[in-house]
């Protein structure tokens, strides 16, 4: 029973070797960056070519897959629109359920960014579904123009930079840590949505909008926590 166990044919344990695979001897190594990612950060910035302009603010979520400079993920957004200017008062919420593709166009490795780390450049493009609710106004708020919810396909383009930081021995989740900063830009065309102009309870139609007028778009600031493993 013991030479069953212990005979040559037996090799169930992992080699020392394999077991440090992920490990960096030399802290300046250049960067393999596989695996999958995961991501979480905060967007902020404004919708053009609504009833009203908006400011946005919210938070995103996205996890997908990197093939060295090529990374390819699925991100959920969500936004709540505010007036523009000092007051907070909330017009309405979006959401958006989109894949991106992310390439790093230029990267400074460790030799200028220290040990294990790099900084890289990156460009970004892709499409989502977008869903935009507009709230009817309370009873003490001043009337307004409400739009009709709306759900569209956007075209997605951006820019940025990230730092990316690799665990010289990692053990287990994760393996590298990233922040990233960038410019979003998204578009779709413009419809001539219904809507109706509200005080409180009591609401009329609107006057439509041409559908020629806009393209509907918005520009947002990102900032994002990444992990990969």
Request: charged content about 20%; proline content about 6%.
């Amino acid at each position: 029973m013991c030479l069953g166990f212990t005979g040559p044919a037996v090799g169930w344990a992992d080699s020392p070797a394999l077991l440090r695979a992920d490990y960096i001897e030399d802290p300046l190594a250049p960067h393999v960056t596989n695996g999958t990612i995961a991501r979480l950060g905060s967007s902020v910035g404004f919708v053009y070519g609504e009833r009203q302009d908006v400011l946005a603010l919210g938070g995103n979520i996205a996890i997908g897959q990197r093939w060295g400079r090529l990374t390819i993920e699925a991100e959920y957004q969500y936004l709540s629109f505010q007036v523009k200017g000092p007051s907070s008062q909330v017009l309405g919420d979006g959401q958006r359920l989109g894949v991106l593709g992310r390439y790093d166009i230029l990267r400074l490795g460790s030799e200028y960014m220290g040990n294990n780390s790099m900084l890289a450049l990156y460009v970004e493009g892709g499409a989502a579904v977008a869903w935009n609710d507009w709230y009817f106004p309370e009873a003490d708020q001043p009337q307004r123009t409400v739009a009709a919810d709306s759900k569209r396909v956007e075209a997605i383009t951006g820019f940025g930079a990230y730092l990316d930081h690799r665990l010289q021995e990692p053990i287990g989740f994760p393996r590298r840590v990233a922040w990233f900063l960038g410019w979003r830009m998204s578009a779709a065309p413009h419809d001539s949505d219904p809507a109706v102009v509200c005080r409180g309870s009591s609401c009329r139609s609107a006057t439509p909008m041409p559908d020629a007028r806009y393209t509907d778009r918005s520009m947002l600031f990102q900032s994002s926590l990444a992990f990969t493993w």
